[in-house]
């Protein structure tokens, strides 16, 4: 009877995971992190912004390009094919890190 009590909140939290990042990015202190990551080709990573300045998510080969990220907005994108995806920070370029998919 006690598992009832504990599904509840579980099906809660589950429910307010954003289920379609599979790696996520955070934007702090003026740098991505972590700077570089691999997934699976198929994945989507989210990226948030946690600094009280404005950022962005720019691919260096235009694959990608997110708006100016405030503080706790976040972006996704889907890397359907595999490679070695550069990106930077159009406010701050020298604010760069790579995806790598396989
Ligand atoms: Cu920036």
Redesign the pocket.
Do not use: K, R, V
């Given at each position: 009877m006690k598992f009832r009590f504990l599904a509840l909140p579980l099906l809660a939290l589950l429910a307010a995971a954003p289920a379609f990042a599979d790696a996520t990015v955070t934007?702090k202190n003026?740098d991505y992190s972590p700077m570089d990551i691999t997934i699976k080709a198929g994945e989507t990573v989210t990226w948030k912004?946690l600094?009280g300045?404005?950022?962005?998510v720019v691919s260096t080969d235009g694959a990608f390009r997110s708006k100016a990220l405030d503080e706790n907005d976040s972006f996704s994108f889907k890397f359907d094919k595999p490679g070695t995806y550069k990106y930077i920070?159009?406010?701050?370029p020298q604010?760069k890190a790579t995806i790598t998919v396989k």
């Open positions: 934007i003026f912004n600094d300045e404005p950022h962005t920070c159009s406010i701050h604010m």
